[in-house]
């Protein structure tokens, strides 16, 4: 995806163990935000920023913190990972795409065993 | 990439038919539309987009149809290819900070 990308693309922790999900991008976008996907959720808000450490909770923020020291970069970090955060994860930059549209990265599939 | 076994909804059409994909949205103070595509393995990405102030808006084989009154959405896509196979999503802007809030997504199976 251009502009955008996550780092890792998959990992697998075991419960109670801290874990960084990476977001880059390279275009200078004031807002970033960082969605989970789950079976018969859909796509669900998590954190977003709006600028470097302006950062505010979403929807199903519960366990999950996050963290904006520069525009490039927004890092989401569950503190103790537990089962019920195995997920798909996905960050997306609002780069216009028609007025207010996002462009989303590739996604992180985390696995909490 | 990623994606997600999901347990959707799913719209299966022939190819070469028009596909009709519908979604009802929850805010009737929400003022932007967004019609997401995510193919398997792939993030979700941007299709068309629409205002309140307009009820209908077309862009290179899809039309999305907005009626504001019993807040419904739709994506028109002519003459569906194998290629459109993929979840649908609608996604309506609403909140502070122009925030998008996601619907469950719909299942497009094109049938050669």
């Known amino acids: 995806d251009a502009g955008i990308t996550q780092s890792p693309r998959h990992k697998v922790t075991e419960t109670g163990t801290p874990v960084t999900l990476r977001c880059h991008q390279t275009?200078?976008?004031?807002?970033m935000y960082w969605y989970r996907q789950d079976p018969g959720h859909g796509l669900r808000l998590i954190h977003y920023?709006?600028?470097?450490?302006?950062?505010d909770k979403g929807e199903v923020s519960d366990g999950y913190s996050v963290s904006r020291s520069k525009t490039e970069d927004f890092l989401l970090t569950l503190e103790s990972a537990t089962s019920s955060q195995t997920s798909v994860y996905f960050c997306?930059?609002?780069?216009?795409?028609?007025?207010?549209?996002?462009?989303f990265g590739s996604g992180t599939r985390l696995t909490v065993v | 990439g990623e994606s997600v076994g999901l347990h959707l909804p799913t719209l299966s059409v022939q190819e070469g038919d028009n596909s009709i994909i519908n979604c009802a949205y929850s805010?009737?103070?929400?003022?932007?539309f967004i019609w997401y595509k995510q193919e398997s393995g792939k993030g979700p990405q941007f299709i068309i987009d629409?205002?309140?102030?307009?009820d209908k808006r077309q862009g290179q084989r899809v039309t999305v149809l907005l009626n504001k009154t019993v807040k419904h959405l739709s994506l028109q896509i002519a003459a569906t290819q194998p290629g459109d196979s993929a979840v649908y999503f609608c996604?309506?802007?609403?909140?502070?900070?122009?925030?998008?809030?996601f619907g469950k997504g719909i299942t497009l199976s094109v049938r050669p």
């Open positions: 997306a930059i609002r780069d216009g795409q028609g007025v207010l549209g996002y462009t």
């Open positions: 275009e200078n976008h004031r807002y």
């Open positions: 920023s709006y600028g470097v450490k302006d950062t």
């Open positions: 805010n009737s103070a929400s003022d932007y």
């Open positions: 629409i205002r309140s102030n307009m």
């Open positions: 996604a309506e802007k609403s909140g502070a900070n122009s925030k998008l809030t």
